[in-house]
């Protein structure tokens, strides 16, 4: 998967439909990213990559490249 491929899987799972979803967009402004939309971003990451992201770890996430960074140091370890 692509970092093209997983930002469209990650807008679907937080059901954003904004035009601006992108790298910079800070996940305080999408309705989705709740506790409810952070499992299922663990649970998306864990289905289509294989690697395990906690919860914790996502909370200390504020914008979507945050998200990216921490999915691909968890690949290259």
Known sequence: MNSDQFLVKLQ???????KNFG???NLE????????????????INTELGISITAPQLRGCSIVN???ELVKDKLEV
């Open 12 to 18: 679907e799972c937080l059901m954003d439909d904004s």
């Open 23 to 25: 790298p910079s967009t």
């Open 29 to 44: 402004d999408i309705d989705g990213w709740d506790s409810i939309g952070r499992l299922a971003v663990a649970v998306m």
């Open 66 to 68: 945050d998200i990216i």
